[in-house]
């Protein structure tokens, strides 16, 4: 009889905890909204600490070079361009790319026409607040609008933005998105949405609290179709005070646009003021000049 009761009762406490979510697993959708929001905040939080705490919120350049992958439409592989990449935040940024040999990708790469690539060498897109300029063979030339325009929203899209600087603006609402699992990795989902809409979706790593994957979702204002751009971070290195991810993917609807091999980075390196101005790349035109004499 004890054996019979003892059955009983283990088998009602076996289902009992089946009914009881798993330690750490919350529905969003149950939460209060003030709830939702404190458990969104503190895993921005702990993905801030993860990244490098203050070493990581107090960057203001960066300055990075490797390899880029670029894709065609049908996710075939176009081919590669090495590039060096500095930035000073929120909206200055110097792109310099470079090819031996004979290039078309390029014009395709940063939406310019008339570079003169073909046959190798430099081309750098500089991009100040507002303003843009290119340098070429050809000299200097000022940046189409679009161009600009194009640049500016990115940046408003650019995760490492919305950590260090746009989470305190005005219209910015934080909630907690749950959990999951991402390319066989635990994760917690945060969403961020600001006051146009964009709305950011970071999947942190429960062990790491690294950035594993980040979504940024648009409308289109002309189909009302929405768009998804998702960012695939991996080989995460510390690199002066940042865990850096130094391989980095790009996907725009589920089709891959670019990848990243990043070979070095360093951060707060110091720039000089005019090394994001129109005259350091006439500097620059004018010594290549010389060195043709």
Sequence with gaps: MRMKFALIVG???LAAACLVPRAGAQNPDTMMPEQSEAKGKQILQDLMNGLGGPGYSEVRESECSGRRALFGHSGDLTGYIDFNDFRRFPDKARIE?????????????????????????????????????????????????????DFQEQMKRNVDN????????????????????????????????????????????????????????????????????????????????????????????????AQFFLDTCRFNPGFPDDLFTIASLQKRGSESVLKKK
């Design 97 to 149: 790319y470079m090819r031996k040999g004979r290039n078309t990708i390029l014009l395709s790469l940063i939406g310019l026409d008339g570079l003169d690539f073909t046959h190798g060498g430099i081309v750098i897109a500089l991009y100040n607040g507002d303003r843009g300029w290119s340098y070429d063979r050809s000299g200097v030339n000022e940046l189409p609008a679009t161009s600009v325009t």
């Design 11 to 13: 088998i009602v406490l």
């Design 162 to 257: 919305l950590l260090r600087f746009r989470l305190k603006e005005p219209g910015i609402s934080i909630r907690f998105g749950g959990n999951d699992t991402v390319d066989l990795k635990q994760v917690d989902w945060v969403e961020v949405t600001d006051s146009e809409d964009r709305k950011f979706r970071l999947a942190v790593n429960r062990s790491t609290h690294l950035l594993d994957r980040a979504i940024v979702s648009t409308t289109d204002p002309e189909n009302q179709q929405v768009n998804d751009d998702a960012t695939i971070y991996t080989n995460y290195q510390l690199k002066d005070s940042v865990w850096t991810p130094m391989q980095i993917s790009r996907e725009h609807n589920g089709r891959r646009t």
